[in-house]
Nanobody, 120 residues
């Protein structure tokens, strides 16, 4: 089985910083795309940042404030969040496209989510 486990969420004041981490565990052949999504109450889940072999992409709302990074040796992806705003409050989910075996299909996995609350 493959699992994505997030950590690092919490409560922070506006202007503060948080660092989210996600580690992929289990047996698999490779990890392609890794990224972070978020879902605020009453809203749809949205892409925050993604990293692939071709580079990184960010939602316009977080550009210049958030940084996504990846450690392939440790199968981890990290989201460094700075200058946080109340509108960043949401549940943050790690997502990874994983190939379980050679020439196998790519399957999208999700973490359980970690809550980020930014107070004004």
């Amino acid at each position: 089985q493959v699992q994505l486990v997030e950590s690092g969420g919490g409560l922070v004041q506006a202007g503060g910083s948080l660092r989210l981490s996600c580690v992929a565990s289990g047996t698999f052949f490779s990890i392609n795309r890794m990224g972070w999504y978020r879902q605020a109450p009453g809203k749809q889940r949205e892409l925050v940042a993604v990293t692939t072999s071709g580079g990184t992409n960010y939602a316009d709302s977080v550009k210049g404030r958030f940084t996504i990074s990846r450690d392939n040796a440790k199968n981890t992806v990290t989201l460094q969040m700075r200058s946080l705003k109340p509108e960043d409050t949401a549940d943050y989910y790690c997502n990874a496209d994983i190939v379980r075996w050679v020439a196998g299909p790519t399957i999208s996995y999700w973490g359980q989510g970690t809550q980020v609350t930014v107070s004004s």
